[in-house]
């Protein structure tokens, strides 16, 4: 019976921490995609600008129609990176290399702050040569 309590504590603590996920991701983070900038003409590169509060930089992936799932990486030189040190959410520049035909990407970003992790995404159509979404 004891190693059955066991178990229930367990299952109580697996349900609080993924309850604590859906609220983490909805209600608290400032966790957020800024902007989505493309150019599949001439540079074949997106940009992400992600803003966070986490210690870390979030990790940015892209699930695309043509190149499948791909990484997108911090950008050299950080537009952000002076105002970044005086203020609580910091702003980060991702770029990827995307392939001249693809149609679509699903940007995918995921904070971790603790043992939780806060995911926030947004989809766009690149119906053009090259464009720009903001998110927020």
Avoid at 47 to 74: C, E, M, N, Y
Wanted: hydrophobic share 30%; with cysteine.
């Amino acid at each position: 019976p004891s190693n059955g309590g066991g178990g229930g504590k367990t299952g109580t603590g697996v349900g609080t921490g993924v309850g604590g996920f859906g609220f983490g991701g909805i209600l608290g983070t400032p966790l957020t995609i800024n902007e989505i900038s493309y150019d599949k003409c001439d540079e074949h590169i997106a940009r992400i600008l992600i803003s966070s509060d986490a210690d870390d930089p979030p990790s940015v992936i892209l699930h695309t129609a043509k190149s499948g799932t791909v990484s997108a990486k911090l950008t050299d030189v950080q537009p952000y990176e002076e105002s970044n040190k005086i203020t609580k959410v910091d702003k980060y520049l991702y770029e990827v290399s995307i392939d001249p035909e693809e149609s679509f990407l699903m940007v995918v970003v995921t904070e971790e702050k603790g043992t939780s992790k806060n995911t926030v995404q947004a989809a766009v159509q690149l119906s053009s040569c090259e464009g720009t979404t903001v998110i927020a």
